[in-house]
């Protein structure tokens, strides 16, 4: 039955075996990066943007490139939209683990 249905909806058995691979997700994070290596250092959009990037090779590492597309595709996503703007003179602190 399984093999009907296979060979009835090849699109279906094909969708079910496209994981996203090591290339797949190098490919989202170099475009993500170039995006965000656009917006000055400062930026917000570029500093929560470098953060998912850092995220996604994350996942890369643990084997799960389904995940790193997803978060360089959010990467991209914060840097397109600028969703994060600072006012004139206001600055982003970060602390340090120890702070």
Known sequence: MTLLVGAAMPG????ATDEPTLHDCEAAVGAA?????????E????YFA???????MM????????ECVEMAERAAQLVRERRHD??????LKVLKPDE
């Open 50 to 56: 470098e953060r998912h990037l850092h995220q996604a």
């Open 12 to 15: 279906i058995a094909a969708a």
């Open 43 to 46: 930026n917000l959009s570029r």
């Open 86 to 91: 600072l006012s004139p003179g206001e600055k």
């Open 33 to 41: 990066r170039a995006l965000a290596l656009d917006l000055p250092a």
């Open 59 to 66: 996942e890369a590492g643990n084997g799960e490139f389904d």
